[in-house]
Every structure is written in C-alpha cells, then in structure tokens.
C-alpha cells in the first residue's frame, strides 16, 4: 500500500509523536522510509544565492536526521535522509512529488487561530497543495 513514506521532521520533541506511527506503518507495509528535515533559517534561504558554508544549524539537522534513521535502520528499516532549504511546505511537497512517496507524514503542534497567523501552519499548506495522502499525529505537550 505504501511503498514510499515522507516523514517531515522538525528536529524538535513532536518528532517523538510521529516516529513510533510510521515506524511500524512500515514495518505492517515493508515501506521505505524517506526522513526529510527542511532548514529554514536565514542561512539556509540563502545557502544557494549568497554561497554561505553551512551553518551550524544544518549540521546539527543533518546529525539529527542521520541519528533518527540510525535507530528507524535498528529495526531493519529501510530509511533514506534528506535536508532540504527553504520554505518547509514547498520542499515538502515537491521532494514527497519527485521521490514518489505515497504517504506524507507530519506532526501537528496543535496551533489555533493566533498560533498560526503568527507561525504558519505547514500543515495545512500541504494539504491543500497535495493529492498525496498526509498522515498527522498531534505531537504531545511537554
């Protein structure tokens, strides 16, 4: 059924709330797994324009992904990583469209109306802009 899952992570304890969900979705399914972490601080927006090094932000997103799928390949699943730069729900959707995935899975922070006029809400800007299944799990309050 899914032969391909998108998990967007944010590098933050909701993670948490999503990992253990998808992990066994493929396990049930034997789908491939695809970590996708999208850096969108200054440096990040403007690796490419103003040829910036990376900065210590998307090293240390780019050791978390490799960390997480460490312990996803633990339990012999097959995981891929990816750290994108720019607007989170666009690289969202266009690396779900371009690896084939059949399945988006997200973490949702539980924002209400004020919470995402000031934050945004990738959620909704990818369901709105996706055909793609979206799988979301309300990440717990610490």
Excluded: W
Excluded at 15 to 27: M, N, R, T, W, Y
């Amino acid at each position: 059924m899914y032969r391909k899952i998108l998990i967007a992570l944010d590098n933050s304890p909701a993670d948490e709330s999503i990992l253990p969900h998808v992990a066994e979705l493929a396990q049930r399914f034997g789908s491939a797994l695809l970590l996708l972490h999208v850096a969108d601080g200054f440096a990040a927006r403007s690796f490419e324009q103003l040829k910036l090094a990376e900065s210590e932000e998307m090293k240390a997103d780019r050791d978390y992904l490799e960390k997480t799928a460490a312990a996803l390949r633990e339990k012999k699943l097959a995981v891929e990583t990816r750290l994108a730069l720019g607007n989170p729900p666009t690289e969202i959707l266009k690396i779900a469209r371009s690896e084939h995935c059949d399945l988006i899975a997200m973490a949702g922070h539980g924002h209400r109306l004020f919470g995402d006029i000031f934050h945004g809400s990738t959620i909704t800007q990818v369901r709105h802009r996706t055909s793609i299944p979206i799988l979301v799990v309300r990440a717990k309050k610490v």
